[in-house]
């Protein structure tokens, strides 16, 4: 079992580019989640996808997208890059809530 | 709203024991969890307590009590591998089980 992937681990991207960030599970989970994470910031919610076929806003959704495309995969757009977006993202999976599995993380600069 | 509060940063030798408190304000939720983040690393879950009272998992011990709005992660013979970030997080009831998270506790082992 891979677990939770993530690519790519890291990115730079100009101010205005557009990307999108992969996370696929093996776990069979059917919540996936999407948080950034800055110095000192903690963990913060980007979107989640309790299901297959749904998606919901977190606590920071502004500037972002997602799409869950089946059961193991849930991708995170970033339309169009601006600096503020400089962080470090991860996604996570978990089936009963309490415990969630993440992926490596991508490290992402917008210049 | 919903907030959790924890110290930001902790120093202790190897062998000591230490806790890291949490206290919360929520109008309900499942349980409280722990997760521990080495620098440059992703989250890793550690314990979960939906009931009040403490549970074992090694060298590391978790409490809760829902009375006082409040927990703490005890973990005991430190070692230098255990300097790293830790993270308490509560899953709200009726939210599709997010994870509100607290900012953290960095902990510093030394010799």
């Known amino acids: 079992n891979a677990g939770v992937t993530q690519t790519p681990k890291f990115q730079v991207l100009k101010t205005g580019q557009s990307m999108t960030l992969q996370c696929a599970q093996d776990?069979?989970?059917?919540?996936m989640y999407w948080y950034r994470q800055d110095p000192g910031m903690g963990l913060r919610l980007i979107y989640y996808?309790?299901?297959?076929?749904?998606?919901d806003k977190g606590e920071v959704p502004n500037g972002y997208n997602v799409s869950r495309l089946n059961k193991r995969e849930f991708s995170l757009r970033l339309e169009s890059a601006a600096p503020s977006q400089t962080s470090v993202y991860f996604c996570?999976?978990?089936?009963?809530?309490?415990?969630?599995?993440f992926g490596p993380g991508t490290r992402l600069l917008v210049l | 709203g919903q907030s959790l509060e924890q110290p930001s940063e902790v120093t202790a030798v190897e062998g000591a024991i230490v806790q890291i408190n949490c206290t919360y304000q929520?109008?309900?939720?499942?349980?409280l969890s722990w997760y521990q983040q080495h620098d440059g690393g992703a989250p890793t879950f550690l314990s979960y307590?939906?009931l009040d009272g403490l549970e074992e998992t090694g060298r590391f011990s978790s409490f809760l009590s829902r009375s006082d709005s409040y927990g703490y992660l005890l973990l005991q013979e430190l070692q230098m591998k255990d300097s790293a970030s830790y993270f308490c997080?509560?899953?709200?009831?009726?939210?599709?089980?997010?994870?509100?998270w607290g900012l953290g506790t960095s902990l510093a082992v030394n010799p």
């Open positions: 996808s309790a299901s297959e076929g749904t998606t």
């Open positions: 997080a509560v899953d709200g009831a009726g939210n599709n089980r997010k994870l509100i």
């Open positions: 996570a999976s978990s089936e009963f809530g309490e415990t969630q599995y």
């Open positions: 307590n939906a």
């Open positions: 776990m069979n989970h059917n919540s």
């Open positions: 929520t109008s309900g939720f499942y349980g």
